[in-house]
């Protein structure tokens, strides 16, 4: 049960830390399925390798790769010992309280690194079909040295009022984002708010809202690790709905889904006769275009300052 202080903090800050929350043989559980599965590296689990954005199955990974930073996809999805620390009845009754429904556990990440990600709200992405019906927890599976790139976070912007894209939906539209950009910073600007880092313990773990601007900081230091295992949330009421496929474990549900879609890279002889050359320039438009936003706004605009 949260107090009357955190359920206030958490509606003024858009977040809350719960400071060793769980044991270091909680966590070990993970570490020890984390190590194994980079020594297994099976068919079925789906990597984005954040060093050259190619995303694919671990067992593709060069044993160059292996050593990029990596995010492991939804492990939730067939190991047991991450929906045993994700959806922890203790955790689950906590996001309960903050969602008013039940959780969902939609989505996994599994970091042995920092992001360095730009700074965003989860809403863009993992759009939760009611308004601020998501939330998503960053278990730390080890202390966090400051140079490692930890999380970072601007308290009180889950305040800003939802952006909503010309489909009317906070969900992102690549050539609208640049104006997404320029109102969040406006918003940022004005309401004087400040970027904040989370440096943790180990079992730590930190609780954010669906609107609330975060990423990962600079990393300053390329060989330290930053293990940490990232949670997002839907509520059941919103995947009742939507009919997704639910699961109940310890402290909520999971949803049960397709592992992420892996699109082939290298293309066949057969595949390479049918490409046309707009198909090609759009999609390298397209890419381009959201990397140089990201880019703009990453040194820009929001960069996180680092500690
Ligand atoms: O762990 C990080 O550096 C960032 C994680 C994050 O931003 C996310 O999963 O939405």
């Known amino acids: 049960m949260l107090t009357q202080e955190q359920k206030h903090f958490w509606d003024e800050n858009g977040y809350l830390i719960l400071p060793a929350f769980f044991s270091a043989e909680q966590i070990d559980k993970v570490v020890k399925l984390h190590r194994r599965l980079w020594e297994e590296c099976p068919s079925n689990v789906v990597v984005d390798d954040m060093e050259t954005n190619r995303r694919c199955y671990m067992i593709d990974l060069s044993e160059e790769e292996k050593n990029h930073r990596c995010k492991v996809n939804d492990l939730y999805l067939n190991y047991e010992e991450i929906r045993d620390l994700s959806l922890n009845e203790r955790l689950g009754n906590i996001l309960g309280e903050l969602l008013a429904d039940v959780p969902v556990l939609c989505n996994t990440l599994s970091l042995d690194y920092g992001t360095e990600q730009f700074l965003h709200v989860d809403s863009l992405y993992m759009t939760p079909f009611t308004d601020h019906a998501l939330v998503a927890t960053w278990i730390a599976l080890e202390d966090c040295h400051p140079n490692a790139g930890p999380l970072c976070y601007i308290p009180g912007s889950h305040k800003i009022p939802i952006y909503r894209f010309s489909s009317g939906s906070p969900h992102v539209i690549e050539n609208e984002f640049p104006a997404w950009q320029e109102y969040m910073a406006e918003e940022v600007k004005k309401n004087n708010l400040k970027e904040e880092f989370f440096t943790p313990k180990k079992g730590d ?44 474990w310890d402290g909520g549900y999971w949803m049960n889904k397709p592992v992420l879609q892996v699109v082939q890279e290298k293309p066949t002889v057969e595949e390479k006769k049918e490409e046309t050359k707009p198909e090609i320039s759009q ?6 275009t959201t990397l140089h936003y990201f880019r703009l706004w990453k040194r820009d605009v929001f960069k996180p300052t680092g500690l």
Do not use: M, P
């Open 205 to 248: 773990v930190f609780i954010w809202h669906a609107q609330l601007l975060h990423g990962g900081s600079a990393i300053k230091d390329l060989n330290l690790t930053r293990k940490s295992l990232v949670n997002h949330y839907f509520t059941k009421t919103d995947c009742v709905n939507l009919q997704s496929k639910l699961v109940r």
């Open 283 to 288: 999609i390298e438009h397209s890419l381009r």
